[in-house]
């Protein structure tokens, strides 16, 4: 629908933004789209223990699908949504194709996204990021799929969030809190983690 009023600045709402200006001609915003939500289907990907190229694969069949299904998508506010859940369908696909890959195989630079940083600053994000990853995998399994999708958000839509991971809406802010409570009290009693 041309000329429809932006939407509030959520996670969410700036994808539907980008979806729409990318259904009404500008190709541009696909790649900002691409930028935004990546990391969110990355790690819903990685959460069904698929390996990297693996998890790569599936979100780049998860783009293609969209491009292919845009004018199918009657409303822009779904696309977060609609990607997710497709994301998650993929890996599903690809795990019962496969055999389960157990999460003690993974490497730790395999528990971050792909990043571009001049290497010693890579070396020690990587460090912390895997820390940190080992840390969640840790967590019980609706803590670390909450925290997986909404730790890329500035502005979480707990609405999405709660429709793709089928949580009640209420119970997305308490449970956050308390997942992220749990995480602070692992790694306070990490020595190798500096906060």
Same mark, same amino acid.
């Given at each position: 629908?041309? $000329?429809? !009023?932006? /939407?509030?600045?959520? +996670?969410a709402g700036r994808a539907a933004n980008l979806f729409r200006s990318f259904r009404e001609g500008d190709e541009a915003k696909m790649g900002e789209l691409v930028a935004l939500l990546t990391p969110i289907l990355w790690h819903t ?7 990297? @190229? ?7 069949? *998860? ?7 845009? !004018? ?7 696309? =977060?949504?609609? %990607?997710? +859940?497709?994301?998650?369908? @993929? ?5 019962? #194709? ?10 730790? !630079? @395999? %528990?971050?996204?792909?990043? &571009? @940083? ?8 990587? !460090? &912390?990021?895997?820390?940190?990853? #080992?840390?969640?995998? &840790? %967590? ?5 799929? =909450? %925290? ?13 969030? *709660? ?5 009640? /809406? $209420? ?5 956050? $809190?308390?997942? =992220?409570?749990? /995480? ?7 020595? $190798?983690?500096?906060?």
């Amino acid at each position: 629908m041309i $000329g429809a !009023d932006p /939407l509030p600045e959520t +996670v969410a709402g700036r994808a539907a933004n980008l979806f729409r200006s990318f259904r009404e001609g500008d190709e541009a915003k696909m790649g900002e789209l691409v930028a935004l939500l990546t990391p969110i289907l990355w790690h819903t990907a990685r959460a069904q223990r698929l390996d990297r @190229e693996a998890s790569e694969d599936v979100v780049q069949n *998860a783009w293609l699908a969209l491009v292919r299904s845009a !004018d199918s998508i009657s409303e822009p506010q779904a696309v =977060l949504k609609w %990607l997710i +859940v497709c994301t998650r369908r @993929e890996a599903w696909r690809v795990v019962k #194709q496969s055999d389960r890959v157990e999460p003690t195989d993974f490497d730790n !630079d @395999e %528990l971050v996204a792909p990043v &571009r @940083e001049i290497p010693e600053d890579l070396v020690l994000s990587n !460090d &912390r990021s895997g820390r940190l990853w #080992q840390h969640i995998a &840790r %967590l019980p399994e609706r803590c670390q799929a =909450l %925290l997986r999708v909404i730790a890329f958000a500035d502005r979480p839509d707990y609405a999405a969030v *709660a429709e793709a991971l089928g949580m009640p /809406l $209420g119970s997305i802010g308490p449970t956050r $809190g308390r997942c =992220l409570a749990k /995480l602070r009290e692992q790694l306070a009693i990490d020595p $190798g983690w500096e906060s």
